[in-house]
């Protein structure tokens, strides 16, 4: 069965401090980790997708196998990151469980000023 | 704007009372997803289309049934809503090229 942990619901930080947002997953085989975001009344959004190995929004994820982990990370945080964070799982293209997404619980990051 | 559109925003029916959820996208794609989120919790995946076929995960209670008339459009029938089925619902939508999913706003169901 494939599973993402989120172990933090809630996460505060200052504006300026790192932070890091942890997510772990188990599933057999390869799969496409990625961070979707909501911002307070917005609709749930694609922020980053491990493949594609980019910085958005100054945000920055990576894959470790050996440790099942997708954490995301960010060295400066702004007041406007606040929001709810998924980490969510899918099988690889190609296979039967491709673009169907298990969402971890979700942690809700405030950057106070 | 292309996007994807749910009504209604928020709904209430009674407890046995059939209800239908809706869901449309102007982006023409052709995968459509139907996720149930209870409070506090993930979103957990009920079925989605690709095209016209239908998927319905092992673990979705038969009270749960959709439907896709059009690419545009789909439906979520709850035939008997219990109290348990209270919850937001999403829907979203990918190209089957591609591997984003866009959500709408999302359909508040309250079950009385």
């Known amino acids: 069965a494939q599973r993402v942990t989120q172990p933090e619901k809630l996460l505060s930080v200052f504006k300026g401090a790192p932070v890091e947002l942890k997510c772990n997953y188990s599933y057999s085989g390869s799969p496409e980790l990625f961070w979707y975001v909501q911002y307070s009344r917005q609709r749930l959004q694609l922020l980053l997708r491990h493949i594609s190995r980019e910085s958005i929004k100054g945000f920055t994820a990576d894959l470790n196998k050996g440790e099942t982990s997708f954490h995301l990370k960010k060295p400066f945080a702004q007041e406007e990151d606040s929001a709810m964070y998924y980490c969510a799982l899918s099988g690889r293209a190609g296979g039967t469980s491709y673009g169907k997404l298990t969402f971890g619980q979700g942690t809700i990051l405030t950057v106070h000023p | 704007d292309a996007m994807v559109i749910q009504n209604p925003r928020y709904q209430v029916t009674q407890f046995g009372k059939p209800v239908t959820l809706s869901c449309s996208q102007t982006?023409?794609?052709?995968?459509m997803y139907w996720y149930q989120q209870k409070s506090s919790q993930a979103p957990k995946l009920l079925f989605h289309?690709?095209?016209?076929?239908?998927?319905n995960e092992a673990d979705t209670p038969d009270n749960f049934q959709s439907r896709r008339p059009n690419t545009s459009f789909c439906f979520l029938d709850i035939r008997s809503p219990g109290l348990g089925d209270a919850a937001m619902y999403l829907c979203?939508?990918?190209?089957?090229?591609?591997?984003?999913?866009?959500f709408g706003p999302g359909t508040r169901l309250t079950v009385t």
């Open positions: 979203a939508t990918r190209d089957s090229g591609a591997y984003e999913q866009y």
């Open positions: 982006l023409n794609h052709n995968v």
């Open positions: 289309y690709y095209d016209k076929d239908f998927n």
